[in-house]
């Protein structure tokens, strides 16, 4: 059974800064692709950023030279540094997992509210 823990989420004023982290555990193995979504209330799911296990990473244009993704392969850990936040980066935030095969594995979800 896989699991992925989310924390790091909460609240915090436009301007500052978080850390979300994700662990993955489990029989989870050949990690392809790790990284974060994010659902604000009325849109849509939408990608924030990725890192795939050569390092290359995928941003939104809203959250680059704000947001970096990071990651541990020894243990199966994907990092969100989110800085100078704003009101609109408030949403759920959820983990994403891709295997090199096999659906993708999605964390329970984490808040993250910013105030102005």
Known sequence: QVQLVESGGGLVQAG???RLSCAASGSIFSINIMGWYRQAPGKQRELVAQIRTSGATTYRDSVKGRFTVS???AK???YLQMNSLKPEDTAVY???VVPSYGPAYWGQGTQVTVSS
Do not use: K, Q
């Open 16 to 18: 500052g800064s978080l």
């Open 71 to 73: 990651r541990d392969n």
């Open 76 to 78: 199966n850990t994907v």
């Open 94 to 96: 959820y983990c994403n």
